[in-house]
T-cell receptor, first 112, second 113 residues
Framework: GQQLNQSPQSMFIQEGEDVSMNCTSSSIFNTWLWYKQDPGEGPVLLIALYKAGELTSNGRLTAQFGITRKDSFLNISASIPSDVGIYFCAGQLLSGNTPLVFGKGTRLSVIA | DGGITQSPKYLFRKEGQNVTLSCEQNLNHDAMYWYRQDPGQGLRLIYYSQIVNDFQKGDIAEGYSVSREKKESFPLTVTSAQKNPTAFYLC????????????FGNGTRLTVT
């Protein structure tokens, strides 16, 4: 199936630091989504992006839909311990009626 | 409260046995999905259904089967043909397949020994 390249694979940061992660693809997407998964739970939607260039915030989280439609990034400002988890990007291909494509996730660890 | 319910949370089976994982949603969503999650592998699509009585294979359908007899329910059977069935299984739903965020259940951890 289609691939989304999500990076970094894992991050260890100090509490209070800002975090940035991104997803790229060779295909064009018309929707980008960012999810967070806590251990042993299902992923929860953080931010949804539907237009190229769109920049959306949700509290300390900010995500952008790349203008080429082939990438997206997620920033977390002033990280706190509860930010720990796995962050997934997901994209909807422009063509066809196919399910979302998911990245492999970024595992975030926050050191207090 | 609307949501997706997966049961049980933990499931243990002996090798060679078929096992069925339950997924129920009361969100009135047309589309439902099953994903498998292994460490470092992300979410891999097993099967999805766009409407009742219809379903399509995902990227890793071999060794699995599904049914969609009711809009609310999308059970997944892990058959004895699945070579590595031990994993975390996630069910999800969305209003439709195209341009709809997925809502996930809290998963079932299956251990086969």
């Amino acid at each position: 199936g289609q691939q989304l390249n999500q990076s970094p694979q894992s991050m260890f940061i100090q509490e209070g630091e800002d975090v940035s992660m991104n997803c790229t693809s060779s295909s064009i997407f018309n929707t980008w989504l960012w999810y967070k998964q806590d251990p042993g739970e299902g992923p929860v939607l953080l931010i949804a992006l539907y237009k190229a260039g769109e920049l959306t915030s949700n509290g300390r989280l900010t995500a952008q839909f790349g203008i080429t439609r082939k990438d997206s990034f997620l920033n977390i400002s002033a990280s706190i311990p509860s930010d720990v988890g796995i962050y997934f990007c997901a994209g909807q291909l422009l063509s066809g009626n196919t399910p979302l494509v998911f990245g492999k996730g970024t595992r975030l660890s926050v050191i207090a | 409260d609307g949501g997706i319910t997966q049961s049980p949370k933990y499931l243990f089976r002996k090798e060679g046995q078929n096992v069925t994982l339950s997924c129920e949603q009361n969100l009135n969503h047309d589309a439902m999905y099953w994903y498998r999650q292994d460490p470092g592998q992300g979410l891999r699509l097993i099967y999805y259904s766009q409407i009742v009585n219809d379903f399509q294979k995902g990227d890793i359908a071999e060794g699995y089967s599904v049914s969609r007899e009711k809009k609310e329910s999308f059970p997944l059977t892990v058959t004895s043909a699945q070579k590595n069935p031990t994993a975390f299984y996630l069910c999800a739903s969305s209003p439709r397949v195209k341009n709809s965020p997925l809502h996930f259940g809290n998963g079932t951890r299956l251990t086969v020994t």
